[in-house]
């Protein structure tokens, strides 16, 4: 419970942040701590310097235009209490109301979570699903990467070190779209052991013109089943095709197993909850 | 003065808790809370291994580090201390108890063991220091499962307890039993697991130590549920000084659930650092330090027998059960899968033939003693499972089975012959037929067979249990075969000062259970006092008189009793003295309501307010008598209590993911007289929700090489508000003979019944799919499992 000592610095520009990071070789970034400080204080990580970025008024900013734009450091009680964002993005909201308690909502931010890439969070699914981007910036400026190139392996991402993880875009949605998160939370942590998001768009025939299903708490990292997002892509939504998709969507994953599910258990309740957010993202589909 | 209309009694009132607002404001005292100046604090390195010898500890460069003050090793303090004292060396433990040191010495037995501790001017510094602490460890072989540790073979942690064997321990008739069994019409046979389970007090264990050279004393305060028992052990039994050297103070305590009864190894470990450094000395627990060194609970392997014959009467109970007690015995461990377990195997029934044998192990891991219930949620759900067994054996209905072998209301007081206490009092029908009237039993069971149907799973669980409370006669707990050796009386005073008002010292304490609010309800009625005029003060040894602590559901039966007559001892002498004041004769004084009158004749009375100021200014008393109302009670119970209740939930099993989900969940007690509703209640929530997790989310699990896999919250699964359903509660209300007050106990009843009814539910839901047992915890892949297992890898969607 008790830290190692480290040095906190808490810069009020993007600029100052990256130079920070950029001159402290070890030095990690701290959004909400809700990850960060219990490894602290059971020791598990010593980063010398915490670099806070909760004092950049920027960072906090959601924008909703063509796309959508999500500061960094906007809470998740902020990203799920935007109206426009309910509107736009109501996947968001639900899946938020399934991460921990009114604090850790107060406290915890998109940014953290996705930068942090813990292998059972559930925003990295959703972003995944919606097929957003994620705005770095670095001493050599800022750049654009995709969802589908960011997470690299357990508690990895495609951030340099001396990066910051400044917002989150996700594009403009066109025509129908459904969207929904089946989460099975752990009964300790409430984390997901198995959660999967759909987010579906549907033509004016009502076929399905493109899906993305993304699966986290499976495996190391969050993934896409691509497989089968292929066999409904085209198809009339029916709940006879979108259980055989449902059926392929453990296909090919990467799995953990460990005292809390069995590599076997996963991945049925990765199909289950699959065929539940699809047919449930096709009927929230306007 | 005129007489007014009799004050509303205060016993029987849900009146909300007299704690609550500094407890729920932020302004309690907890152990962390205590600042004294100069306070230097202390951190424990534990060992990694669950089993290694120790070959060297190097502290060089912990000692140099700025602002650490003392570096200790286990072989510096033995050379001052004995090992800490196993209390309760029940079933014949004799020459092979082996209790943990205040830090170890040459070998570590589980992981967490301690093995140093740093003190140093701050606790981070202390952990610092940890770190630059080099122990050379020499990694022995390992075991942890209390049936495997007693194979020829198996890793031994201790010389003197061959094969792990910490005692082999029986109760009941052996021979009768095996003749029963044998020649049974049915006999049902099943090995049950009872899981091992982290208690989890919302406020960590914490001692602040402190040592005056001068004169010799230590004080010590500890998050404790029996700081008078402490101080005792600690002072006679480990230091060897003599117990009005140390002072032990429990400020408010944040939950314990047993495992704050114990004595252990940080307490003795700060003493003595406390007398080295001469400064007080603070050691707070982290909740991964909880999980790994504080005591566990349960841990038992069974295999039981049920016999029976075909029309549903329960004709013999065998029992065989590897008890797991952890690397070394804690305070009072042996007496759990004993005393409170084995002779509690009975349950409800009138069972001709019972015979239990139960072997105590030691193993790698964590010690194991009382977790709220101790013993008896244990036995529940074996006679519980065996009952619900023989029943679908017969095809017989649950509810059914059990009415047809209840102990009858005239047969109490009730020997059940195997050792127990006579039970005191019990009608255990009308709370069966209440519970299942409120469920709607027959209607659930049309509802079941018509969702069986759809391809959906529903259960009912019911469970019908007696539990023992209120310990317990002295003569009985202290005779060498139960091996308690101390009694288990509890003690109280009552004094009313000059002003009127009330205070009370008790030896019984609360750590969480609302002490000050129903003692001084007893009290208010007994004395006819305002309830607010009476203050209850408790948990310092300097100041309150002896108590063997709280534990056992027995404060109200034991402590509340001791208080009740103190009571009755305050209220003659005040007659008495009432009679001289009123010049009347001793014999024609009634004290009622606060006020004592000649009787027939009340606009004479004295108030004991008025009669309190006579004794207290003590110009004019009778011949002889002293001043001040001030007495004193040692009161020793002649029985335990044995409250009682059936419980019965409701549960859907999700088909495709095996998630239980509990819909209803009805609870009818039997807890004796209610001195607080409020409070009764708020105990059954808890209770029920400690035994309701158990059933369906917690479980200590180590692997094989004794590492604590469920070591943090975000691994183990305590109950948050969304994983229990709403309580339906109701009670019927069979007073206790035992005391004066009728009161029975309520602490541990919820958790005693939920678990076997949470199980008997699930089980239930699986039934029709050929499924006869399943071992908690019923996670939903355990379940997924079963029901896989049944269908050929279908669902049965």
């Not at chain 1, 357990?154 to 910051?164: A, F, K, N, R, V």
């Not at chain 2, 200790?72 to 201390?81: C, M, V, Y």
Request: proline share 6%.
């Amino acid at each position: 419970m008790y830290p190692n000592d480290f040095e906190y610095v808490a810069p009020t520009t993007i600029e100052e942040a990256v130079q920070l990071l950029h001159t402290n070789e070890d030095a990690k970034v701290l959004a909400g701590g809700h990850s960060l400080l219990p490894l602290m204080k059971t020791r598990l990580a010593s980063p010398p310097m915490l670099v806070d970025i909760g004092h950049i008024p920027e960072l906090r900013q959601i924008s909703v235009n063509g796309g959508i734009s999500i500061g960094a450091m906007a809470t998740y009680h902020e990203v799920a209490q935007s109206a426009e964002l309910k509107q736009r993005c109501p996947i968001l909201a639900d899946a938020i109301h399934h991460i921990g308690d009114a604090q850790v909502r107060n406290r915890g931010t998109l940014g953290g979570a996705l930068a942090h890439a813990d292998p059972a969070a559930d925003m990295t699914a959703i972003i995944l699903a919606l097929g957003g981007a994620i705005t770095a910036q670095g001493p050599n400026g800022t750049r654009e990467i995709a969802i589908d190139d960011f997470f690299v392996d357990m508690l990895q991402t495609g951030l340099e070190p001396d990066e910051i993880l400044t917002a989150i875009t996700i594009p403009a949605s066109t025509g129908r779209t459904g969207m929904a998160y089946e989460k099975f939370k752990h009964p300790a942590s409430g984390y997901a052991i198995v959660g999967v998001a759909t987010v579906v768009h549907l033509d004016g025939a009502g076929a399905i013109s493109d899906c993305r299903i993304a699966v986290t708490g499976a495996g190391p990292k969050p993934q896409r089943a691509t497989l089968a997002e292929n066999m409904l892509a085209g198809q009339q939504p029916s709940k006879e095709n979108i259980a055989a998709a449902a059926e392929q969507t453990s296909a090919g994953l990467e799995l953990l197993s460990d005292i809390s599910a069995s590599e076997e258990f996963r991945a049925h309740l990765v199909r289950v909850h699959a065929r539940r957010a699809i047919e449930r993202a096709v009927a929230s589909a306007g | 003065m005129a007489i007014t209309e009799a004050p509303a009694k205060m016993f029987g009132q849900a009146i909300k808790r007299r704690e609550d607002p500094r407890l729920i404001t932020g302004k309690g005292n907890y152990l962390d809370d205590i600042r004294l100046i100069g306070t230097l604090h202390a951190a424990v390195l534990r060992s990694p291994y669950a089993h290694a010898r120790i070959k060297s500890i190097n502290t060089d460069a912990a000692k140099a580090l700025p602002g650490v003050v003392a570096v200790i090793t286990g072989d510096e303090i033995a050379k001052e201390q004995n090992p800490l004292p196993c209390a309760w060396a029940a079933g014949g433990v004799t020459n092979n108890v082996n209790t943990p040191r205040a830090l170890a010495v040459d070998t570590v037995r589980f992981t967490g063991d301690g093995v140093a501790m740093v003190v140093a001017e701050s606790a981070y510094l202390a952990y610092d220091a940890l770190d630059l602490i080099e122990v050379d460890y020499e990694p022995l072989d390992v075991i942890v499962d209390a049936e495997a540790a007693t194979q020829e073979g198996a890793p031994q942690l201790h010389e003197n307890a061959p094969n792990n064997v910490v005692m082999r321990w029986t109760c009941g008739a052996e021979e009768a039993t095996a003749q029963a069994i044998d020649g049974a019409e049915v006999v049902v046979k099943q090995r049950i697991l009872n899981q091992r389970l982290l208690p989890t007090p919302m406020e960590t264990r914490g001692y602040v130590s402190r040592y005056e050279p001068a004169t010799g004393e230590y004080t010590i305060w500890m998050s404790s549920q029996a700081p008078h028992v402490h101080r005792l052990l600690l002072s006679a039994f480990v230091l060897g000084i003599p117990e009005h050297k140390m002072r032990c103070i429990a400020p408010d305590v944040g939950g314990g659930f047993g495992a704050k009864i114990f004595l252990y190894p940080e307490m003795a470990a700060t003493l003595y650092a406390a007398k080295l450094t001469g400064q007080p000395v603070k050691w707070v627990e982290s909740r991964r330090e909880n999980y790994l060194a504080t005591t566990h609970g349960r841990d038992h392997i069974t295999d039981l027998e049920i016999a029976g014959t075909r029309d549903g009467k329960i004709m013999a109970l065998r029992i065989h059960t590897y008890a797991n007690l952890g690397a070394y015995l804690s305070t009072i461990a042996p007496g759990i899968p004993t005393t409170l377990y084995g002779r509690m195997v009975a349950g409800v029934y009138k069972i001709p033939n019972v015979f239990v044998e139960v072997k105590g192990v030691y193993s790698n891991t964590g010690m194991v003693d009382a977790y709220r219930g101790a013993g008896r949620p244990e036995a529940t759900y074996v006679v519980e499972r065996a009952v619900d067994l023989l029943a679908t054996e017969l095809g017989m209905d649950p509810a059914e089975i059990r009415r047809r072998n209840f102990i009858q209301p005239e047969d109490f007081p009730y020997d059940t012959g195997i050792g127990m206490l006579p039970y005191d009092s019990g009608n255990y029908e009308p709370a069966l037929d209440k519970a299942l009237e409120m469920v709607g039993y027959q209607e659930f069971r049309k509802k079941q067979a018509e969702a069986r149907k759809q391809g959906r799973l529903l259960g009912i669980g019911v469970c019908s249990y007696v539990e023992v409370c209120g310990v317990a006669p002295s003569k009985w707990i202290g005779l060498a075969g139960e091996g308690w050796g101390a009694g288990l009386w509890e003690s109280a005073n009552v004094k009313v000062h000059l002003t009127g008002k009330v205070v009370v010292t008790s030896g019984s304490l609360p750590h969480g259970q609302g002490h000050e609010t129903t003692f001084a309800q007893i009290v208010a009625d007994e004395l006819g006092v305002p309830y607010e005029d009476v203050l209850v003060e408790h948990s310092d040894t300097q100041g309150t008189p002896f108590g063997y602590g709280t534990y056992g559901s027995r404060s109200a039966a034991v402590g509340g009793t001791a208080i009740f007559k103190s009571t009755a001892k305050i209220k003659e002498k005040a007659r008495r003295l009432a009679a001289h004041m009123l010049e009347a004769a001793e014999e024609d004084i009634e004290f009622t309501d606060g006020k004592a009158f000649v009787r027939g004749a009340p606009d004479s009375a004295k108030t004991i307010q008025e009669i309190a100021l006579q004794a207290s200014v003590a110009y004019d008393l009778p011949q002889g008598m002293e001043p001040f109302l001030d007495e004193t009670t040692y009161y020793d119970p002649p029985n335990c209590t044995f409250p009682f209740g059936t419980h019965i939930c409701t549960v859907e099993i999700d088909p495709e993911t095996g998630k239980v989900t509990v819909l209803r969940y009805i609870a009818v007690d039997d807890v004796g007289k209610v001195i607080n509703p409020l409070i009764v209640d708020g105990q059954l929530h808890g209770g029920i929700a400690q035994g309701l997790a158990q059933a369906l989310y917690e479980g200590a699990v180590y692997d094989e090489n004794g590492q604590l896999l469920t070591g943090s919250l975000m691994d183990y699964a305590i109950p948050k508000a969304d994983m229990v359903p709403h309580y339906e509660l109701a009670r019927t209300e069979t007073p206790s003979p035992v005391n004066p007050l009728g009161v029975k106990g309520a602490g541990e009843a919820g958790t005693i019944a939920s678990g076997a009814t949470v199980s008997s539910a699930v089980i239930d839901a699986l039934a029709h799919l050929g499924i006869r047992h399943l071992d908690m915890p019923y996670t939903a892949e355990r379940v997924w499992r079963a029901i896989n297992e049944r269908n050929g890898g279908k669902h049965v969607s």
